[in-house]
């Protein structure tokens, strides 16, 4: 998979809107996003936009690398490993996410 886009911001909100201004109805679309503080966002927005090239983000961008990954079945219809993850600090600290 390519990666097409990067922002900051609410990320619902952000995302709602971009698929009715920049993508297609008919394509699936799959997202990730990490949650941070603005400031980091902002950065961590500034450098890929200077490393990659994002085919729908037009201002800023700079980059002319490609930002891709390759996701097996299981990772399309579940999702990523945020439960196995969980599941490791539970068993980490035992009580204390409960």
């Not at 922002?7 to 993508?23: N, P, Q, V, Y």
């Not at 008919?26 to 927005?45: D, G, M, P, S, W």
């Not at 890929?48 to 037009?58: C, E, G, V």
Request: charged share 25%; with cysteine; aromatic share 16%.
């Amino acid at each position: 998979m390519l990666c097409l886009y990067i922002g900051k911001g609410f990320a619902l909100g952000r995302i709602k809107r971009h698929i009715t201004e920049k993508w297609p109805e008919q394509e699936l679309l799959y997202v990730t996003f990490y949650e941070c503080e603005n400031r980091i966002a902002k950065y961590i927005e500034q450098l890929f936009l200077d490393n990659y090239d994002f085919p729908l983000n037009s201002e800023e961008n700079t980059g002319e690398g490609f930002l891709a990954t390759v996701w097996d079945s299981e990772r399309y219809s579940i999702g990523t490993n945020l439960h196995e993850i969980s599941d490791r600090l539970a068993n980490k600290f035992p009580g204390r996410f409960q």
